[in-house]
């Protein structure tokens, strides 16, 4: 049995499942629900915080996670990334004083 722990709500919430669905993979899932099994395949979703997905795949508990890029390097585990999945896309935005002008952007590097 693989064990796939995903966000339990959240913006990759609804992407990771629609992606398990997309690779013909038939689960019921419930909002209510911690964990659910597929019915065609030997997988077992787990329904996490986004915080914790990093540590459950660390500590073994969890096969493999669908998490952030950002939850991987706040957690201090870039390494663990194995597949960019193109999807949930965010962006960062400033908020500044009116009037106020930025000069010079600072290098962000992950």
């Known amino acids: 049995m693989i064990r796939l722990a995903i966000q339990k709500s959240g913006r990759l919430s609804e992407d990771s499942l629609n ?7 038939s689960f019921v899932s419930s909002t209510y629900k911690l964990k659910t099994e597929a ?3 030997p997988l077992e ?3 996490l915080r986004d915080d914790d997905i990093p540590g459950y ?3 073994g508990v969890a096969d493999l996670g669908i998490v952030g890029q950002n ?3 706040e957690a201090g585990h870039p390494e663990l990334e194995v597949e ?4 949930s896309k965010c962006r960062l935005s400033l908020a500044i004083p009116r009037g106020q002008i930025i000069h010079r952007w600072p290098t962000c590097r992950a």
């Open 19 to 25: 992606l398990i669905r997309e690779c013909g993979i």
């Open 39 to 41: 019915t065609n395949f």
């Open 45 to 47: 979703i787990l329904f």
């Open 57 to 59: 795949v660390q500590d």
């Open 71 to 73: 939850v991987l390097v």
């Open 84 to 87: 960019a999945l193109g999807f």
